[in-house]
């Protein structure tokens, strides 16, 4: 269906290795409208390699700007619902820096689309996604305790504007449903190309850990699903028991199948890398995982040391679980383990527990 291309780079060398992406996938932007996504989750600088990193960024906005566009749009939805956090995550992301030019506020534009969907059957989008004539979205290489991994289909979450995030949450919260929903949303309008930023990738506990890996690659490909695939195999996971590719697969988005996928440059194995502490791979790990999920369901709680006690967890938690008393304390009948709140701690103050690691006293709510 697609190609996936892994090409060595360094952040000095990102824009001369896209160009040559672009080349080698016959890119033609002429008079289009162009959207460019990147990831960029939350007011996180760039040290700590959680958003896309700017010189990917400008390397894609300057590929794009050489093959004479209509029009280029940059732009995110983190998790936050206004213009301030918008433009402030853009910033701090260094997303302003190369191309204030072309950044859009696109939390300012949603509009209601149809969705077909189990979970809900309209979502509020941003208009450019469903208006654009070729739509680049550039995830970064990082996993997440949630869905196994985070890549081109987890960055289509981002269509969706904040408040409707918060409510998907809500209504998918476990790995396979919120996996399902992630697919469904991508159906909305799946990328025409994906440039991933793997130059220093996430391993362990993402998709806001302090866990980086220099990985060196550039990777891109005209199939989200099959790049997403090829990421899970650098990372030492079989694709079929990543819940959200296999259904992707099923939905004839992409072949999952490392064998299967028309690949371009060396694909390997990342020596030890840290899975996310949920994953158990083969049969019977799998089958264990769903037995398991009682006592292992993994929930945040706070380093005191490192919290602000800035409220940005508390006002942003989608279910309402979170109280500052004056630390964050999370209720468990409540959290859904969506891990939005590691994702938005501007200080890395959240960590994850479980049932397991509470009994033997390490944490506490
Ligand atoms: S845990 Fe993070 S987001 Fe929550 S109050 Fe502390 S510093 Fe702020
Ligand atoms: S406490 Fe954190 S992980 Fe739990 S539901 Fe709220 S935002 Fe999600």
């Avoid at 191309?99 to 189990?118: F, I, T």
């Avoid at 694709?239 to 060396?266: D, F, H, N, Y």
């Amino acid at each position: 269906m697609g190609t996936v291309a892994v090409y060595d780079a360094d952040y000095s060398s990102a824009a001369e290795v896209i160009e040559k992406a672009f080349s080698d996938f016959g890119v033609n932007l002429e008079n289009k409208n162009v959207v460019i996504k990147p990831n960029v989750i939350g007011p996180f600088g760039v040290s700590r390699a959680i958003t896309t990193h700017p010189s990917v960024v400008a390397g894609v906005v300057k590929a794009v700007a050489a093959r004479r566009p209509a029009r280029i749009v940059v732009g995110d939805n983190p998790g936050v619902r206004g213009y301030g956090l918008n433009k402030t995550s853009a910033q701090r992301s260094g997303l302003l820096d190369v191309c204030s030019d072309y950044y859009v506020n696109l939390s300012e534009e949603g509009v209601s689309a149809p969705m077909k969907s189990r979970f809900t059957d309209k979502v509020t989008i941003s208009r450019t996604f469903l208006e654009t004539d070729f739509y680049i979205s550039i995830p970064k290489f990082k996993t997440h305790m949630l869905t196994h991994i985070t890549g081109a289909i987890k960055n289509s979450f981002g269509m969706l504007v904040g408040g409707q995030k918060t409510a998907i949450h809500r209504l998918a919260q476990s790995c396979e449903t919120f996996s399902e929903a992630l697919v469904d949303i991508y159906q909305l309008r799946a990328p025409d190309l994906v440039v991933m930023d793997a130059v220093i990738g996430m391993e362990g506990k993402g998709p806001s850990s302090e866990d980086l890996r220099e990985i060196g690659k550039i990777i891109v490909s005209d199939n989200g699903v099959e790049l997403d695939a090829v990421m899970a195999v650098m990372m030492g996971m079989d694709p079929v028991r990543v819940p959200m590719l296999q259904l992707a697969q099923e939905r004839g988005l992409g072949r999952i199948s490392l064998g299967s996928i028309k690949t371009v440059g060396p694909i390997a194995q990342i020596e030890n890398f840290k899975l996310p502490s949920k994953m158990m791979r083969g049969p019977v790990g799998f089958i264990l995982w769903h037995l398991l999920t009682h006592l292992m369901t993994s929930r945040p709680v706070p380093i005191e040391d490192k919290c602000s006690k800035c409220g940005i967890c508390e006002q942003h938690c989608p279910v309402g679980a979170i109280q500052l008393k004056p630390y964050p304390t999370v209720n468990p009948e409540r959290c859904i383990s969506c891990f939005c709140c590691m994702e938005l701690c501007p200080n890395s103050a959240l960590d994850v527990t479980n049932k397991v690691k509470r009994y033997r006293g390490r944490f506490k709510y």
